[in-house]
């Protein structure tokens, strides 16, 4: 998808990015709805940004974290996928 295509540029740096600020966000101990939002309002990509916002649609809705991020396919790789499931 279009959505997806945001997160490909430069290699996966991007993910990398998501997923560090995400992790820091969390360890410091935001709820993942705020700290959703507060990676959301960091993208300068409006394509990244609208992707971040429907994850965190999806966990206010009652999914997991990891059951948002999967259903956008291709996303993340598979294994980095069962490291968010696992925690």
Not at 18 to 29: N, P
Not at 38 to 58: F, H, K, P, S, V
């Amino acid at each position: 998808s279009a959505l997806l295509a945001a997160w490909r540029p430069g290699g996966g740096r991007a993910e990398a990015l998501f997923c560090l600020g995400l992790g820091t966000l969390l360890r410091a101990g935001l709820p993942v709805e705020q700290a959703l939002s507060r990676q959301a309002a960091r993208q300068g990509n409006r394509r990244m940004r609208a992707l971040i916002d429907a994850i965190r649609r999806d966990v206010v809705s009652g999914a997991t974290l990891a059951e948002a991020i999967i259903r956008r396919e291709g996303l993340l790789a598979a294994y980095e996928n069962q490291l968010i499931a696992v925690g």
